[in-house]
């Protein structure tokens, strides 16, 4: 519901012949419809298979690139704007980013039996979707974002754990960062 990444750089190329993007930090870029229908799929899996499994999992879409790489893959091959790559020094931010932020989903893959798709993938499907929408659902990439954005804002929001209690699953708000647990 608001600015992004992806919609961001649309915008621009089609306002700008050169855009300079960050190209010394690496993550993984998630579409949020992607997320919730790998979710969804657990869900319906029911409640004794996720009791079985219960635990803290990393689950975000594989692969890895940079800004620069995903303002490239955004863009596609169109001849303008030219994607030029700066390092994180040469664009300030309030905020600090970590230079690697990928996260490593091989447990979750492990327990779960399956993987979301690479980004590349969720980039593709969520263009095409975006294509074929109205100017009224625009809305449809506007959660694109990367796993370390993702990871940033569940630093200052509280996180949700879900528990196995007593045959029932319970969210429980957690007081601490995602840095701060063991």
């Not at 030219?82 to 490593?104: F, H, K, M, Q």
Request: with cysteine; aromatic share 8%; charged share 20%.
């Amino acid at each position: 519901r608001g600015k992004n990444f992806l919609l961001t750089i649309r915008r621009l190329a089609a306002e700008r012949d050169e855009l300079k993007i960050v190209a010394d930090q690496t993550g993984t870029p998630n579409w949020s419809r992607t997320l919730a229908e790998a979710t969804a799929a657990l869900v319906a899996r029911g409640l004794p298979y996720l009791a079985e499994r219960a635990g803290l999992y990393h689950f975000s879409a594989t692969g890895a690139t940079t800004w620069h790489g995903f303002a490239t893959a955004i863009v596609g091959d169109a001849p303008r704007p030219r994607v030029v790559p700066i390092t994180t020094a040469e664009y300030p931010t309030p905020a600090r980013r970590p230079a690697y932020g990928v996260l490593a989903t091989d447990r979750f893959r492990a327990a779960f039996g399956f993987a979301l798709p690479t980004w590349q993938v969720a980039l593709a499907a969520c263009l095409a979707a975006l294509a074929s929408s109205s100017a009224s659902r625009a809305s449809a990439c506007r959660s694109f974002a990367s796993a370390t954005a993702s990871a940033s804002l569940s630093r200052r929001l509280s996180i949700m754990r879900v528990e196995s209690m007593a045959g029932t699953l319970h969210p429980k708000p957690m007081s601490k960062g995602m840095n701060d647990l063991p």
